[in-house]
């Protein structure tokens, strides 16, 4: 693959999954303001994520994951005051998304202007939005103070995401700037659901209990 990328190989960082050193997470959150792209874990399989501003770094995780025009990025948001400033979301759906929040869901919904058309889905101007429940993701959104540009980290022709850190790093050293490695935060994704329109639906089942959504 001929991406472009900082510098060399990736940077491994090996940060505790409850208790992650902040010294670490300011290391990284200085490579995504570089518009660095990282590998890091979530509580539904690892990520690859790039700050919002980055057009690069968005176009390097399409040309990782062989994605078309048509995938929905995901932005991955510390809190419900980050996530209501990047998608519509009336009342109802309000608190349906609140009730299982922080957790393994990714909701699809209406974006408003604060979200680069790049990022968007072509036809319905929607886009992927979770919170995620890990610690480690957490720091780094803390520190970032704004949404991670996320994709799970599903190589293309593989039908599950990569789990170990130290084999992201192996297999993906020459495209990629970070990896954090905090052990195996599992291979399920999270379960999508898309509240766009006005009845919900599930587009995959994972971590996430559909049940609410059913």
Known sequence: MDVPKLDGMARYFDVHPVDPQP?????????????????YPTDSSYALGCRLGNRK??????????LGSDHHFTLVCRDFAQFGQFVQLNNSRFRMV?????????????????VPRRLLHPKKKTVGVRIPDHRVAQALLAELGE?????????P????????????????????????????????PTTVVDLSREEPEILRRGTGDPAPFE
Do not use: M
């Open 23 to 39: 010294r670490a997470i300011r290391q990284v959150v200085d490579l995504l303001n570089e518009d660095g792209l990282i590998a």
């Open 57 to 66: 770094g968005i176009e390097r995780i399409r040309e990782i994951r062989h």
């Open 98 to 114: 609140k009730s299982v929040t922080p957790g393994g869901y990714t909701f699809i919904l209406p974006a408003t202007k604060e």
């Open 147 to 155: 949404p991670l540009v996320s994709s799970t980290l599903l190589l």
């Open 157 to 188: 022709g593989e039908s599950e995401p990569l789990t170990q850190g130290w084999e992201i790093k192996e297999r993906l050293d020459h495209l990629l700037d970070a990896v954090l490695d905090s052990g195996d935060c599992g291979a399920e």
